[in-house]
């Protein structure tokens, strides 16, 4: 049973930090890919940051770059979402997936994924 169980989210108030965890369990963790998807109210669920497992190559959101890092402890059973100079507009829930499908790049939109955590809500507000 794989398990992705997302942590850390909150309030937070714009150009504020935050840091989300997603911890994996009951899945070799010789999986393809990871990473971390998000959805706001009346948008589509879009790709934030993923890696791909055997070589560390990482993709992320346009919106995002040169704010967010994606990392992951060397286990690879936890991966990070580390979130600076935050926006109202990142406002959603984030979700962690994972999967063993093989297609690149990943982070496009959320196809692909297999397993899904149940998310953990941010807000970006004054």
């Known amino acids: 049973q794989v398990q992705l169980v997302e942590s850390g989210g909150g309030l937070v108030q714009p150009g504020g930090s935050l840091r989300l965890s997603c911890a994996v369990s009951?899945?070799?963790?010789?999986?393809?890919?990871i990473g971390w998807f998000r959805q706001a109210p009346g948008k589509e669920r879009e790709g934030v940051a993923c890696?791909?497992?055997?070589?560390?190559?990482?993709v992320y959101g346009d919106s995002v770059k040169g704010r967010f890092t994606i990392s992951r402890d060397d286990g690879k059973n936890t991966i990070y979402l580390q979130m600076n100079s935050l926006k109202p507009e990142d406002t959603a829930v984030y979700y962690c997936?994972?999967?063993?499908?093989?297609?690149?790049?990943?982070?496009?939109?959320?196809?692909?994924?297999?397993?899904w955590g149940e998310g953990t809500l941010v807000t970006v507000s004054s």
């Open positions: 997936a994972l999967t063993n499908r093989v297609f690149w790049p990943l982070c496009v939109g959320s196809y692909g994924m297999e397993y």
């Open positions: 009951g899945f070799g963790l010789n999986y393809y890919g």
């Open positions: 890696i791909r497992n055997k070589d560390d190559s990482v």
